[in-house]
């Protein structure tokens, strides 16, 4: 969403809140909540967001991976190079490979 990458992201997760409300299941809306709640800071709740965004769509290897990089400013290593592992191995197992991590909401 446009809100994420103007800098907005308090808007933004507003705007993904209404998005989840209408339809709980949509996995984007979860990760992209995720990776505007990482922008501010507020590493718990992004992690929340991402392993819904998880639950919701396995093979989201760029949520895996967002994930991580949470974890990891948290200082949670272990559980982070985990997260990056999955990633990975979801990567591998697709033709296209994600080059991103942290996309811009």
Same mark, same amino acid.
């Given at each position: 969403?446009?809100?994420?990458?103007?800098?907005?992201?308090?808007?933004?997760?507003?705007?993904?809140?209404?998005?989840?409300?209408?339809? %709980?299941?949509?996995?984007?809306? !979860?990760?992209?909540?995720? #990776?505007?709640?990482?922008?501010?800071?507020?590493?718990?709740?992004?992690?929340?967001?991402?392993?819904?965004?998880?639950?919701?769509? %396995?093979?989201?290897? #760029?949520? !895996?991976?967002? *994930?991580?990089?949470?974890?990891?400013?948290?200082?949670?290593?272990?559980?982070?190079?985990?997260?990056?592992?999955?990633?990975?191995?979801?990567?591998? *197992?697709?033709?296209? %490979?994600?080059?991103? #991590? *942290?996309? #811009? %909401?």
């Amino acid at each position: 969403m446009a809100l994420g990458s103007l800098g907005k992201y308090d808007e933004a997760i507003k705007a993904y809140d209404e998005a989840i409300r209408i339809d %709980p299941e949509l996995s984007r809306a !979860w990760y992209n909540k995720g #990776v505007a709640l990482d922008s501010l800071g507020r590493y718990d709740e992004a992690i929340r967001a991402y392993d819904e965004a998880i639950r919701l769509d %396995p093979e989201l290897a #760029v949520a !895996w991976g967002n *994930k991580g990089l949470a974890l990891d400013s948290l200082g949670k290593y272990d559980e982070a190079a985990k997260a990056y592992y999955k990633a990975i191995r979801i990567d591998l *197992k697709t033709d296209m %490979p994600s080059t991103t #991590v *942290k996309s #811009v %909401p």
